[in-house]
Each structure stands twice: as C-alpha cells, then as structure tokens.
C-alpha cells in the first residue's frame, strides 16, 4: 500500500530542514584581520626572498613573532603575565658579527681543502677534539644553558628572591676521592657527603689584579628556618684565581642533609668584587660547628655588598643522606642526629560483607587478626 502525500511531502521538509540547519553550524565566522601568510603569492615561489642562511631565517621569525598581531597565541591567552626579571649579573660581551662570520667562513674553507678530514668523515673515523668542543661550548651558548638549568632547580627564586644572571665565569670544582679519583661538581649532579667530606679544589679563569668571592651554601637543609640557609663555605677576597690566598671568613663543613629530608641543593656561587670589601660582619670563628652561626641569607648578603660585587658564575649538585652524615652530627656538630620518617596510614578497609559475592580468592586475608601486612586492597 502506498503511503500517503501528505506524509512525503513532510519527510521532505525534515530532510531540508536537517541539511539547512547543519550548513549554519559549519559555516565559520569572518576573522577579525589578515590571516598568517596571506599576502604571500604562493603561484610563483621563485620570486620569494631567499634567506640563504639559517640565522637569517631565524632573526626575521624572532622580529615576526614579536611584531603585534591581532590573534594571539596559546601562551599568550592561558599564561600569566609575569614581571621581568632583574638581571644582577655582568653584562654581556660585545660580539663582532662580521668577525664571526669571517672565522667561520675561514673554518669552512680549510675544512673543505682538508682532503684528509673530508675522507675520514665519509669513512666514519675522524675525531673530534671534546676539549675544544666544551671550550666553544662555555664561549658561546653554554652561560644561557647553565641559566635554565638553574631557573630549573628554582636556584635564582631561593637565592636571589627571582633576580637571575648568566653565569659568564665558567666555575669548576671537583672534590678529591682517594688519591687519584676526582669527583666533578656539574649542574645538578649527585654527589654524596662521602665524595664531599673534604675541601674541594676550586678553579675560574681571572684576570690579574681582580678579586672574587666563593660562596658555598646548602639551601634545602636548615632545620629550625624553611626560608634559611646553611653556608659551608666562604671565602673573600680572593686576588684573581688563588682561591687558596683568599681570605676563609668561614671554613668548609662538610654537607649533612637529614635522613629522610630527601636531596638537598648545594651551589656554588662566585661573585666578582670591584674593590676590596671588609666582610668582618660575615665572619664566623674557626672551627664553627655551631648551626645557629652558620644560618645565612644569601639574598641579604648579597643586598649588604651589591655596590661592590656581582655575581659571575655557578655551579651546584645534590646531596642526600649518607653513613658519614652520622659521624658529623654526632663528632663535629655535637648533637643528635634528626631522622625524618614518613609515618604511612594503615590500609583502609571496607566492611567486611558476611558473603562475599564476587570478590577476590583472598578477600578474608585482609580482616585477619594478625600483624602481618595486608599490602592494601587486592
């Protein structure tokens, strides 16, 4: 039996009126500007301007992205805006670029006139020199690299209360192990109160005639004070890079971080001095195992000295409890050691049901009277 007219004719207007209403959701909303790209004529690519070097690709998107623009990125629309930071440290070195440029021109040309180096390169067996390597490294990007990391470790948000600054002195220390070993102090490596017991050898490049300050302090350990430090180590008015000349306004102590106080930041920092500085008020006595005169604010000792010093380099590691934090508490410190124990809660049980429909083989092993431990819910 056919279907009558009137109900075809209605089956029509719902199909109609189902399409209509779908092409007004997807039809999409004029934008407010020009669009990215859009006045480039992508019919003839080859009358484009040619960047013909990577840095110049890279100068002209940093001046794109930072020319204003109707849209805005993700970053800009969900993050905060946050103040800019101080900037306490030295100031940058002046490059040449057009020197740049001619060393590294030079350096191509003899490379592509070394027949050997270009041989062993296809072959897979030339060598390259690691040392020469991390000395371009420190010169060039390695400041910025050690900056993030720092910033990373919320080093500069600790110390300086959010002010930053490139460390453009590279700092190497390294703790000896034995007689042969040398344990190195990086960019956060871990280095235990063993490898550190003793007195590490401290090492910058210096100009003759200038004077720096070292600085060691522990910013994770003090144990009465969560916004205080505990300085290990400092010594002043150093003449160029003898640290060992240097005046010891507070003799090294070994690190101790608490059992249970989990990794612990030390930094090395080393600040440069303008002129000679009296640090009489920082001094402590020798030997000092007294905590409460090794409390230190390295925000206010900086802030005390900031007309005459800036700081320059850094390097830090991390630290946590060894056997050898036992002895300094109980030998040098004089005092008991603190233990920090995480005090776990008892697993939690439901009611035990009379019959257990469908539960697990060993669900009466968690309502046994016994001590032995029921490793949660299974």
Not at 249 to 277: E, M, V
């Amino acid at each position: 039996m056919a279907a009558p007219w009137w109900r075809a004719v209605l089956c029509r207007s719902r199909r109609w009126r189902d399409f209509s209403t779908s092409a007004a959701l997807s039809r999409r909303t004029a934008p407010l500007g020009p669009m990215p790209n859009e006045d480039i004529d992508v019919s003839n690519l080859e009358r484009l301007e040619k960047y013909r070097s990577f840095d110049r690709y890279r100068r002209r998107a940093e001046q794109e992205a930072q020319a204003p623009h109707w849209w805005r990125t993700y970053r800009q629309h969900f993050g905060e805006k946050s103040d800019p930071k101080i900037d306490i440290g030295l100031p940058p070195p002046k490059v040449c670029r057009t020197q740049q440029l001619l060393e590294r021109k030079r350096v191509l040309r003899e490379l592509r006139a070394n027949v050997e180096e270009e041989r062993a390169a296809r072959l897979r067996t030339v060598r390259i020199p690691l040392e020469a390597v991390r000395a371009e490294w420190e010169r060039t990007c390695g400041p910025y690299h050690k900056q993030r990391l720092a910033e990373y470790y919320g080093l500069y948000r600790d110390l300086f209360h959010g002010a930053t600054f490139v460390p453009r002195v590279p700092l190497h220390v390294a703790y000896a192990v034995g007689e042969d070993d040398l344990m190195p102090v990086y960019h956060g490596n871990e280095v235990t109160p063993t490898e550190a017991a003793q007195t590490p050898e401290v090492t910058y490049e210096a100009d003759k005639g200038t004077m720096w300050t070292l600085l060691l302090t522990n910013l994770d350990g003090h144990l009465l004070e969560p916004d205080a430090e505990y300085v290990h180590w400092l010594v002043t008015n150093i003449p160029g890079n003898k640290v060992a000349e240097g005046q010891e306004t507070c003799p090294y102590l070994p690190p101790f971080p608490a059992r249970g106080s989990g990794f612990h930041r030390f930094a090395f920092l080393l600040f440069k001095q303008d002129k000679p500085i009296d640090f009489s008020g920082d001094t402590r006595p020798s030997p000092c195992y007294q905590l409460a005169q090794r409390t230190f604010h390295t925000f206010d000792f900086y802030k005390k000295h900031q007309e005459a010093m800036t700081p320059a380099g850094l390097a830090f590691f991390q630290c946590r409890w060894d056997d050898s934090v036992t002895h300094i508490f109980h030998q040098l410190l004089d005092m008991r050691e603190p233990v920090f124990e995480f005090v776990r809660q008892p697993p939690y049980h439901p009611k035990q049901k009379r019959f257990p429909h469908r539960q697990p083989l060993r669900y009466l092993d968690r309502y046994r009277d016994s001590h032995e431990p029921t490793y949660g819910i299974y």
